[in-house]
């Protein structure tokens, strides 16, 4: 089994920052895409940013410029730093692997989600 762990969440002002962890654990033969999601109330889960394992990124049009996603590959753990924050950017904030474990294969994995609010 794989395990994906978020921290970083929490409130904070309009402007300000946060810095969003997720840390795989498990049966990991290899970290492939790993990357960020967020849904607000009454919206669907959207894409974030996604980062693959040699370093190629794709950033959502409405974050381009403020968020940066990275990755420690040896640490199995991906980062999303978020400047200048935006009321709109309020969601509940997941993490995605897809993974290859050595027990269950080829296959995406989600965390639990963290709430990020961004108040005006």
């Known amino acids: 089994q794989v395990q994906l762990v978020e921290s970083g969440g929490g409130l904070v002002q309009a402007g300000g920052s946060l810095r969003l962890s997720c840390a795989a654990s498990?049966?990991?033969?290899?970290?492939?895409?790993m990357g960020w999601y967020r849904q607000a109330p009454g919206k669907q889960r959207e894409l974030v940013a996604v980062?693959?394992?040699?370093?190629?990124?794709n950033y959502a049009d409405s974050v381009k410029g403020r968020f940066t996603i990275s990755r420690d590959n040896a640490k199995n753990t991906v980062y999303l730093q978020m400047n200048n924050l935006k009321p709109e950017d309020t969601a509940v904030y997941y993490c995605n692997a897809d993974v290859t474990s050595w027990s269950t294969g080829r296959r995406d994995y989600w965390g639990q989600g963290t709430q990020v609010t961004v108040s005006s």
């Open positions: 980062m693959t394992r040699n370093g190629s990124t």
């Open positions: 498990g049966t990991i033969f290899r970290l492939n895409a």
